[in-house]
């Protein structure tokens, strides 16, 4: 008589909910590894667990979130069976504003205001921003006689934030006349 023992069962893969990071300094990615994360179990030998779709353990991650999904089979042909490894990543670095020095200009003769011109801050960010002036005359713009204070703002795609301002002074050096 003989006895033949059929294995019909897949094996399970069982991959973490969520794999969070925080952005590498000065990159809008991080360098993940989850790989020991990722476990593959059955009731014979399973082949090596395979990345299907996507990036894969030990790649740099872009700043959001990336799905990779991991496929096993046993060593009898049964799966393959799927589970996804979700990779969150975090842009905690915020963008950095320089503004250009306050700026003192004479009004116009005969007139109490002047056209100030000034250069736009510099700003920098790993992952890109948008530069906004949120107080202030434009430059071009003609001021009063008085000091005003400019104020900028950088905003990146996560939301990190820096700001700097300056002043420009609007002085009338004409004497008066009698």
Known sequence: MMVSVTDDQP????????VTAVNDAGSCSANVTYNN???AMDNCDTQAVQLSQGLGSG???PVGTTNDTMSVADVNG???TTCVVQ???????APAIVCPQNLMVSAAQNQCNAAVAFA???ATDNCGYVLSQTQGSASG????????TNIFEAVDQAGNTDQCSFTVTVVENEPPSI
């Open 11 to 18: 094996p399970t893969l069982s991959c973490p909910p969520v």
């Open 37 to 39: 994360q990722v476990v």
């Open 59 to 61: 790649s740099d991650f």
């Open 78 to 80: 049964n799966g393959p």
């Open 87 to 93: 990779v969150q990543v975090t842009d905690q670095e």
């Open 120 to 122: 736009e801050p510099n």
């Open 141 to 148: 713009s003609v001021v009063a006689v008085g000091m005003w």
